[in-house]
């Protein structure tokens, strides 16, 4: 018997439990761990009261990971074993990361080239996706020390350019400490969330995050509780620390030094932050270092950062213009992590967009406290009407189609989730299998894109070409994750595939990729009308070699010779003749085939009525 819970009359009906999930802002140099209090989503602290929790891990042979402050101070004495900025190696390959002055100084086991560069420490070897793991685990420490409960979810923040595997492997951090990812959240728009509730700003956003380690550029359309997204940039190898080399830089050219042995270099790091962060509110900071006096202004700062300072102008311009917008139509800068504290980064944006940026919120918290309040919609403790969240892909993905082309099925800046499907069909008669090439990038050819996987489709009936149907689908969840599958729709044989590679771009090649498009549209369009021109030309070359194999009796000797000649200047023009010319010579051989097809047409409508009555036909 079913039981219905009442209430006595004129009671209250209780109030459903709230439900515990927190936003995790996984950083590069900090990151943070934020949950509903009652009053507002608020940053939450640790036992000593500290709200940054340092993206630094310790490992000794002795005792357990050391996580945060504690793993800080063994930088300088323990730098082998203490690792750092480890969300710069999640998704790289170990090439790009082991001569990086960053982490040249690990050991790295070279038996991994192919999989997440692992470090070998005091306690055995690390991968990035481990470090990332204990990060993780101090953090929902922390909260369910906080909130004396236990998680049931967290949104975690990545860069908006994390790619397919560098959002992959910071949900499997997450899983090694069993910790439910509900959502990967976007940085730029967890900030834009904390904004748009907050102020309830309208209008057209860019948001400028400079964090430790990365730096990402979104502009969003906020209308009416609508975040969408317009258009994403950014630089995974720019950041904080970048500041920092400069100015250890600087001061080891002052001083006359050659090289430092580990300890020494990671105490000028050190040193080297805490001169940034003192030009924040000084002119002028004193040095000294290993027996060298002098100082450092402000100025002098501005000029060794100007490269640097430009490249995230560049970004911002870049963005502007994929949004199709002018620098004019912006109407809020929101400024998002700690390096955003510099005056010359401040001065630099305010100089570009001729307005002063937002900074009403710490931009240390911003997107921890954004990624809290989607936490709080997706748990269900707030209705998920409160606001629309819509991001964006970076980078368009596509297919591979004869000839190498990239036929694109979603392309840069759709919104996601999303899932795209496009029909193709077989090239050869008889054809029973398909090989699928799925690619990501902006040009035309597969050779200028990033190649992301390959799987085939089999058990296709035989038919002649252009005869089976193979529909592909395309579908990106809201973490941006791409899985592809592909069926024959008379069959319904199907074949799937999850896009998990095993690292993702070098920082260099992804900005590559998104300027060489703009550099090379012009040729890129004629290299593919090329292409397209070649393939339809073959397949009306093979269509007519079929045909007169079969019916060849049916030309008459100048009518073989005009086609063969025709198709003997067509395949001359494959190598130097133009679109155009192609296309004009196709035509020709339709045209001047076209009587050897009719016949054809005929005989076979014949052979096939043969012996039927009207009726039956009608039938």
């Given at each position: 018997m079913a039981l219905l819970q009442i209430s006595e009359p004129g009671g209250k009906s209780s109030a459903p439990a709230h439900r515990i999930a927190v936003g995790i802002d996984l950083g590069t140099t900090n990151s943070l761990v934020s949950a509903s209090c009652g009053s507002g989503v608020e940053v939450l602290p640790d036992e000593h009261g500290n709200y940054l929790l340092p993206s630094i891990v310790n490992y000794s042979s002795s005792t357990e990971p050391v996580v945060g402050i504690a793993a800080k101070e063994r930088l300088v004495d323990d730098p082998k074993n203490?690792?750092?900025?480890?969300?710069?190696?999640?998704?790289?390959?170990?090439?790009?990361?082991?001569?990086?002055?960053?982490?040249?100084?690990?050991?790295?086991?070279?038996?991994?080239?192919?999989?997440?560069?692992?470090i070998i420490t005091a306690a055995g070897v690390k991968n990035p996706i481990q470090v990332s793991a204990d990060i993780l685990k101090a953090l929902v420490d922390t909260a369910e020390s906080c909130l004396k409960a236990k998680l049931e979810g967290a949104v975690i923040t990545v860069p908006a350019y994390f790619n397919d595997a560098q959002r992959q492997q910071t949900k499997d951090a997450a899983k090694l400490i069993d910790l439910k990812v509900l959502r990967l959240l976007n940085e730029p728009t967890a900030a834009a969330v904390a904004y748009g509730l907050d102020s309830k700003d309208q209008g057209n956003v860019v948001v400028f995050d400079l964090g430790g380690g990365t730096f990402d550029v979104s502009l969003l359309s906020l209308q009416k509780g609508v975040f969408e997204v317009l258009a994403t940039g950014g630089d995974t190898a720019l950041g904080g620390d970048d500041f920092?080399?400069?100015?250890?830089?600087?001061?080891?050219?002052?001083?006359?030094?050659?090289?430092?042995n580990l300890m020494d270099n990671a105490k000028l790091l050190s040193h080297a932050n805490s001169i940034k962060h003192q030009l924040s509110d000084s002119d002028s900071v004193a040095v000294d270092f290993l027996g060298w006096s002098g100082s450092i202004s402000a100025d002098e700062f501005k000029q060794i950062t100007e490269d640097l300072i430009k490249r995230t102008i560049l970004t911002c311009r870049r963005v502007i213009r994929d949004a199709k917008l002018e620098v004019e139509d912006i109407d809020n800068i929101v400024m998002v992590g700690g390096s955003t504290r510099m005056p010359v980064v401040r001065e630099a944006v305010e100089e570009y967009f001729g307005k002063a940026?937002?900074?009403?919120?710490?931009?240390?918290?911003?997107?921890?406290?954004?990624?809290?309040?989607?936490?709080?919609?997706?748990?269900?403790?707030?209705?998920?009407?409160?606001?629309?969240?819509?991001?964006?892909?970076?980078?368009?993905?596509?297919?591979?189609?004869?000839?190498?082309?990239?036929?694109k099925i979603i392309p840069r800046n759709t919104t996601i989730p999303v899932a795209k499907a496009q029909e193709f069909t077989t090239f050869k008669d008889g054809q029973t299998a398909m090989s699928l090439h799925v690619v990501q990038g902006e040009r035309e050819l597969v050779s200028d894109c990033r190649s992301l996987a390959r799987f085939e489709l089999r058990d296709i009936p035989p038919?002649?070409?252009?005869?089976?149907?193979?529909?592909?689908?395309?579908?990106?969840?809201?973490?941006?994750l791409l899985s592809v599958m592909a069926e024959e729709l008379s069959t319904a044989k199907t074949a799937e595939i999850q896009v998990k590679p095993s690292y993702g771009l070098d920082a260099d090649a992804i900005e590559q990729m998104l300027q060489a498009s703009h550099d090379n549209a012009k040729a890129d369009m004629e290299v593919r009308a090329l292409r397209e021109a070649q393939i339809e030309a073959q397949q009306l070359i093979d269509a007519i070699s079929s045909a007169k194999a079969v019916d060849g009796n049916l030309l008459s000797g100048d009518e073989s010779l005009q086609i063969d000649a025709a198709i003997a200047q067509l395949q001359a023009l494959f190598e130097e003749g133009t679109s155009a010319q192609i296309h004009e010579l196709t035509e020709e051989i339709n045209r001047v085939s076209s009587g050897f097809a009719a016949r054809r047409m005929d005989l076979h409508i014949g052979e096939a009525l043969k012996g039927e009555t009207i009726d039956e036909v009608e039938q």
């Open positions: 203490t690792i750092a900025s480890a969300k710069r190696l999640l998704g790289r390959a170990l090439s790009e990361v082991s001569n990086t002055p960053l982490f040249q100084h690990f050991d790295f086991d070279q038996e991994q080239a192919d999989a997440a560069p692992a920092d080399h400069l100015i250890a830089d600087r001061i080891k050219q002052a001083a006359g030094i050659q090289e430092l940026p937002l900074t009403d919120i710490d931009p240390d918290k911003v997107v921890a406290i954004g990624a809290g309040i989607q936490a709080d919609v997706l748990i269900g403790n707030k209705s998920a009407d409160d606001f629309l969240l819509l991001d964006v892909t970076p980078l368009s993905l596509g297919i591979e189609t004869m000839g190498e082309l990239v036929e038919m002649v070409a252009g005869a089976a149907k193979i529909r592909v689908t395309y579908q990106v969840d809201a973490d941006g």
